[in-house]
């Protein structure tokens, strides 16, 4: 038994069991599969054995990214990647105690997150052109990611059946299978509206059915990589911030419904945040805009 072939193992468990996406497991393959590099050129072999996933050598393997230069949130990944698979080797019985465990996670330097202003995503979702049947598949996908604040994952994993539009409300399959209700407002309930037959008359045209409410042009599921391609043609139409991503409009979500008022354990429900110091980073982000307003503002700020 190799550390390779629990590996490969831990891989299939991820994708059949747990339902991860195609990205978690190829993320999860591409940092295992470096430890395991490091732990056979470290250790001189060919292959790695369990008894080579220790302490000890993770702990060598931290302090080798450390001098390779790697960032400390690619560490942070790295390391809890290592969990995650010490925690599937204690399930199926080879250790007894997770060699990670012990491990410290880096300290991380605190990023707030990126987001667009309303302005800048009035401007953006005007950006489709919704006389073409793609133009309303595009308005209607960037809606529901600002409108209910969902990963992109979310969105393209959505199915006819989780929509409900006369209520606005939509079920939502996050991370670790966990179901969420998420809101959905009159733009992107029209937005939808308007998509629907353009869907139902491409699936017709290609002599095809299916569930998923956003296709692409040979009528299969919108992937990820396509909602970010989708996202940067509009980005450059408008003159925006090439920065953002189709996360960033989840982040606009959260930073705008706490500058409106919101409520944060209310926010935090909508995002499918399990933890609560999650959805805070967003207070930061609306307490530094206070900030700058009240220096530029206020004649005895300074």
Request: glycine residues 6%; proline residues 3%.
């Amino acid at each position: 038994m190799t550390l390779e072939s629990k590996l490969a193992e831990f891989l299939q468990h991820l994708g059949l069991e747990m339902n991860s996406s195609v990205q978690t497991v190829k993320s999860y393959r591409e940092d295992l599969s470096q430890a395991l590099g490091y732990l056979r050129d470290h250790l001189k072999k060919s292959s790695a054995e369990p008894r080579d996933w220790n302490t000890r050598t993770l702990r060598s393997y931290l302090a080798w990214l450390h001098e390779q230069g790697y960032a400390k949130s690619t560490i942070a990944r790295r390391l809890a990647a290592a969990r995650t698979f010490g925690k599937f080797l204690c399930r199926d019985g080879t250790f007894s105690t997770n060699p990670a465990e012990a491990l410290r996670t880096p300290r991380q330097d605190k990023k707030l997150p990126h987001f667009l202003t309303v302005a800048d995503m009035r401007k953006l979702l005007a950006m489709p052109n919704c006389n073409l049947a793609f133009g309303r598949r595009d308005r209607a996908i960037l809606e529901c990611l600002y409108s209910a604040g969902l990963r992109v994952s979310e969105a393209v994993g959505l199915n006819l059946l989780d929509i409900d539009l006369r209520d606005g409300v939509m079920v939502i399959r996050g991370k670790g299978k966990k179901e969420r209700l998420a809101m959905l407002g009159d733009e992107a309930k029209t937005s939808i509206q308007l998509w629907l037959p353009e869907r139902q008359t491409l699936l017709n045209q290609l002599g095809k059915s299916g569930q998923p409410v956003f296709l692409n042009k040979s009528g299969g599921r919108l992937t990820t990589r396509s909602v970010g391609r989708l996202l940067e043609k509009y980005l450059a139409l408008a003159g925006m911030d090439p920065r953002t991503s189709p996360h960033t409009l989840r982040h606009s979500f959260a930073t705008h419904m706490l500058d409106a008022g919101a409520d944060i354990r209310g926010v935090q429900e909508l995002l499918g945040h399990k933890s609560l110091a999650t959805t805070q980073v967003y207070t930061h982000v609306t307490t530094q805009r206070l900030q700058d307003s009240y220096l530029k503002a206020h004649p005895r700020a300074e």
